[in-house]
């Protein structure tokens, strides 16, 4: 099967509002999707905007303040960088040579990385990373009560931990502990939940993949699709009427990388998974490719996720795993990781 080829058996729905936004305004670069927000499609005044003025604390992603706190930018920088080193170290170990990842995506894969990361630090911790989290922001905030209340918290010093665990080691009384464990869920699940849909999508869109194609250009041609954040949020500012006169005073601005990801004009057949396209491409330059933010200010997480993706491919094509040929429909629900909900992997017969 030619690399370039998606299997014919394998269908992706859209969400229903995700779909209308591709049928409707494609290819468009500025319009009005609500009486009080304006969307922005186009590379052009996408690159502008985001250039503009750097994102907000209540705009970041990951940082935005928590439980009353602000988090400022050099708290943020040395998370991020702790975060990073427990990635590293992780990646240094040796993986066991026989591991099953058949099963379930994105799940088996959460699974994986969580135990791979974060497989020494207490149990209180590792629960953070539990997927049934993200069922409702009440369920995180009772463990993360519980778990802070709780006697027995670790000590700093303790053997074992990783790097974000023993900042959090050193929280001291219940407030700091309860916030504590809010940046560690904070921190770490994303790099999880990010790089286990990714792999998932990435497999779901175009495995069986050509033994010469790269990781890195099915990583980054899976992102094109289904890009780990499919809108940004501006709020208004006035630094926007300026860029584009049909950007109101008032308007927050939704950024679509969902749809300038898939732009005719930018994308040569744009709705097909294509890994070869990158050959020629440099995915910090591609005009409109925005899978990590903008060149002003990209995610903190990108040089964690494509690593740890990249291992988790050679795992899963090393073993020969295949999409269940059961499996026909691939579903892509609204919400904020944009990912297939489930790929169902197998061994081959």
Same mark, same amino acid.
């Given at each position: 099967?030619?690399?370039?080829?998606?299997?014919?058996?394998?269908?992706?729905?859209?969400?229903?509002?995700?779909?209308?936004?591709?049928?409707?305004?494609?290819?468009?670069?500025?319009?009005?999707?609500?009486?009080?927000?304006?969307?922005?499609?186009?590379?052009?005044?996408?690159?502008?905007?985001?250039?503009?003025?750097?994102?907000?604390?209540?705009?970041?992603?990951?940082?935005?303040?928590?439980?009353?706190?602000?988090?400022?930018?050099?708290?943020?920088?040395?998370? #991020?960088?702790? /975060?990073? !080193?427990?990635?590293? +170290?992780?990646?240094?170990?040796?993986? *066991? @040579?026989?591991?099953? =990842?058949? $099963?379930?995506?994105?799940?088996?894969?959460?699974?994986?990385?969580?135990?791979?990361?974060?497989?020494?630090?207490?149990?209180?911790?590792?629960?953070?990373?539990?997927?049934?989290?993200?069922?409702?922001?009440?369920? #995180?905030?009772? /463990?993360? !009560?519980?778990?802070? +209340?709780?006697?027995?918290?670790?000590? *700093? @010093?303790?053997?074992? =931990?990783? $790097?974000?665990?023993?900042?959090?080691?050193?929280?001291?009384?219940?407030?700091?502990?309860?916030?504590?464990?809010?940046?560690?869920?904070?921190?770490?699940?994303?790099?999880?939940?990010?790089?286990?849909?990714?792999?998932?999508?990435? /497999?779901?869109?175009?495995?069986?993949?050509?033994?010469?194609?790269?990781?890195?250009?099915?990583?980054?041609?899976?992102?094109?699709?289904?890009?780990?954040?499919?809108?940004?949020?501006?709020?208004?500012?006035?630094?926007?009427?300026?860029?584009?006169?049909?950007?109101?005073?008032?308007?927050?601005?939704?950024?679509?990388?969902?749809?300038?990801?898939?732009?005719?004009?930018?994308?040569?057949?744009?709705?097909?998974?294509?890994?070869?396209?990158?050959?020629?491409?440099?995915?910090?330059?591609?005009?409109?490719?925005?899978?990590?933010?903008?060149?002003?200010?990209?995610?903190?997480?990108?040089?964690?996720?494509?690593?740890?993706?990249?291992?988790?491919?050679?795992?899963?094509?090393?073993?020969?795993?295949?999409?269940?040929?059961?499996?026909?429909?691939?579903?892509?629900?609204?919400?904020?990781?944009?990912?297939?909900?489930?790929?169902?992997?197998?061994?081959?017969?």
């Amino acid at each position: 099967m030619p690399v370039s080829s998606v299997p014919r058996t394998r269908t992706t729905v859209l969400h229903p509002r995700l779909a209308a936004l591709l049928k409707d305004h494609l290819g468009q670069d500025v319009f009005r999707l609500e009486p009080d927000t304006v969307a922005v499609a186009g590379p052009e005044v996408l690159d502008r905007v985001l250039a503009a003025r750097r994102a907000t604390e209540t705009e970041r992603p990951t940082f935005k303040p928590l439980h009353g706190r602000s988090i400022s930018r050099s708290e943020a920088s040395a998370i #991020t960088r702790t /975060v990073g !080193a427990d990635v590293r +170290a992780a990646l240094e170990r040796r993986v *066991p @040579g026989r591991v099953d =990842l058949s $099963g379930s995506w994105p799940v088996t894969g959460h699974m994986f990385l969580r135990d791979l990361i974060l497989g020494q630090d207490p149990y209180r911790l590792r629960i953070l990373m539990s997927r049934y989290l993200e069922l409702t922001p009440k369920l #995180t905030g009772s /463990v993360i !009560a519980v778990g802070a +209340a709780l006697p027995g918290w670790p000590r *700093p @010093g303790d053997s074992g =931990l990783t $790097g974000l665990a023993a900042r959090a080691a050193e929280a001291v009384g219940y407030h700091d502990r309860r916030y504590a464990m809010g940046m560690y869920r904070r921190a770490a699940a994303p790099v999880c939940f990010t790089v286990s849909t990714l792999v998932a999508n990435a /497999v779901w869109l175009g495995a069986p993949f050509d033994d010469d194609t790269p990781n890195r250009h099915i990583i980054h041609e899976a992102l094109r699709l289904l890009p780990p954040s499919w809108n940004l949020l501006r709020t208004a500012s006035p630094e926007y009427p300026q860029i584009d006169a049909r950007i109101g005073a008032t308007d927050d601005v939704l950024l679509l990388p969902l749809l300038s990801h898939r732009d005719p004009a930018l994308w040569e057949a744009p709705d097909e998974f294509r890994p070869e396209r990158w050959n020629d491409l440099d995915p910090d330059t591609a005009p409109g490719y925005l899978p990590f933010g903008h060149s002003s200010e990209r995610c903190w997480g990108r040089h964690m996720v494509v690593p740890l993706a990249g291992l988790l491919l050679d795992l899963i094509r090393a073993s020969g795993l295949l999409v269940d040929p059961r499996q026909s429909v691939g579903r892509v629900p609204l919400l904020g990781l944009l990912g297939v909900e489930e790929v169902r992997l197998t061994r081959p017969k």
